[in-house]
């Protein structure tokens, strides 16, 4: 199998790259993602996670192959849904970001609901009318008002932050959630506020 390096992705803690496969006579497209040395451990832990995650038949991509320090996985074609945000795009996305982490939060344990926890919005890609996750590195299981107070303080807060449409798409989010989980969903303002507080932790560092 030989690796075309194509293009290098956004990336805080790794090195993520779109890359072409050769296999055979074959080729695709696939995405790279290498661990950084301090970030080595997450990669089992990733491998791990996706695979119960297909298991459980959440949308994620295909892992194709696996190394000492890199990950292999196929390539989502699609929007990234912080784009869709910075376009004020009001559309079917928003209950399909709903519906994915709603089916999510249903595996659930004694200690809470089965969570993503890094909810960037760059780790969400919407294609052919469905949401495929990225980047599972941190999964655990807690109150489910965390994984949906910080896609809330996404929305409220990427460019351009704060306006209008954001606080009208943010509770149309909210609303199919509830719809979907058939589950209301109280007091997030104050799992706003933490999402808040752990921003605020994260430019410091």
Not at 48 to 64: C, F, R
Not at 142 to 147: A, E
Request: hydrophobic share 40%.
């Amino acid at each position: 199998m030989n690796v075309e390096i194509l293009e290098r992705l956004e990336s805080k803690r790794n090195q993520v790259y779109k890359v072409m496969l050769q296999v055979n006579l074959n080729s695709k497209l696939a995405i790279l993602k290498k661990y950084s040395p301090n970030n080595l451990k997450f990669l089992d832990i990733e491998y791990k996670n996706i695979h119960m995650l297909k298991e459980l038949g959440i949308l994620v991509p295909e892992i194709i192959h696996k190394d000492k320090d890199s990950l292999i996985m196929e390539y989502v074609e699609g929007e990234l849904v912080v784009d869709l945000v910075e376009r004020l795009d009001n559309g079917d996305w928003i209950d399909k970001l709903a519906l994915w982490l709603s089916e999510l939060h249903k595996n659930s344990k004694e200690n809470g609901s089965l969570l993503k926890k890094d909810v960037n919005l760059r780790n969400f890609i919407y294609r052919d009318g469905q949401i495929y996750g990225l980047d599972f590195e941190e999964i655990d299981y807690g109150d489910l008002r965390l994984d949906l107070g910080n896609i809330c303080f996404f929305i409220l807060t990427n460019e351009p932050a704060f306006k209008k449409e954001k606080h009208i798409m943010m509770k149309h989010f909210l609303k199919s959630y509830e719809r979907y989980s058939k589950k209301e969903i109280k007091d997030i303002d104050s799992f706003l506020f933490l999402a808040k507080i752990e921003a605020e932790k994260r430019r410091k560092v």
